[in-house]
């Protein structure tokens, strides 16, 4: 069974500093996905970015990285230069196969990390 | 526009009488899914959709049932409710499982 654990209820961080936020997993399918997004207060579901378990480097997208270690079995999200606008809570999700390893449709959420950028 | 659209956005329903909760997306998206989101539990997925005619159980389906008719639409049917589904549910699509998924807005149900 696949699993997402998200240590941080909350986090703090100043405007226009970088904040990570971690998210471990537990597999053992050597194929997989995973995934962060972001909840604003207003409650849509917002892609952030993505790496699968045999891609060579982290991901990055904008102002959004991945810390991707592998043998570790973590994949925290760093967001640079922080914003108000970050403010929100951030879910870190991993795709994997089925009880009978028939598709990889499964999608396991952490429970979140809500967090508050202040001025 | 490209989107997931949900009906209904809001919903205050009583034990036992059936529900359906519609899904619909306009990008041809071969993979759709439903999650029920709780507080402290995060998202947890009801089931999806790899493909027409091809369903499967996430990891809380129990009292839930969905069918994948055509390509667009993933209505999710709750037969006969009970307070404990009391929640927000997410429909989502993807063009296939391995890309990033996108979400409806989100139906907030409560099961008196």
């Known amino acids: 069974a696949q699993k997402i654990t998200q240590t941080q209820p909350g986090m703090f961080v100043q405007e226009k500093e970088a904040v990570t936020l971690d998210c471990t997993y537990d597999?053992?399918?050597?194929?997989?996905?995973l995934f962060w997004y972001k909840q604003p207060s207003s409650g849509e579901m917002i892609f952030l970015i993505y790496?699968?378990?045999?891609?060579?480097q982290n991901a990055t997208e904008g102002r959004y990285s991945l810390n991707f270690q592998k043998a570790r079995k973590s994949a925290n999200l760093v967001i640079s230069a922080s914003q108000l606008g970050d403010s929100a809570m951030y879910f870190c999700?991993?795709?994997?196969?089925?009880?009978?390893?028939?598709?990889?449709?499964?999608?396991?959420f952490g429970q979140g990390t809500i967090l508050t950028v202040h001025p | 526009e490209a989107q997931v659209t949900q009906n209904p956005r809001y919903l205050i329903t009583v034990t036992g009488k059936k529900l359906t909760v519609t899904c619909s997306q306009n990008?041809?998206?071969?993979?759709m899914s439903w999650y029920r989101q709780d507080p402290g539990l995060g998202l947890r997925q009801i089931y999806y959709?790899?493909?027409?005619?091809?369903?499967d159980k996430g990891d809380v389906p129990e009292g839930y049932k969905v069918s994948r008719k055509e390509k667009r639409n993933f209505p999710l049917i709750l037969e006969s409710p009970s307070p404990n589904q009391t929640s927000l549910y997410f429909c989502?699509?993807?063009?296939?499982?391995?890309?990033?998924?996108?979400f409806g807005p989100g139906t907030r149900l409560t099961v008196l």
């Open positions: 989502a699509s993807s063009f296939r499982a391995v890309n990033e998924q996108f």
């Open positions: 959709s790899m493909n027409v005619e091809v369903t």
């Open positions: 990008m041809n998206h071969e993979y």
């Open positions: 790496q699968g378990s045999y891609d060579q």
């Open positions: 999700a991993m795709r994997g196969r089925n009880a009978g390893g028939t598709s990889y449709g499964k999608l396991t």
């Open positions: 597999t053992s399918d050597p194929s997989y996905g």
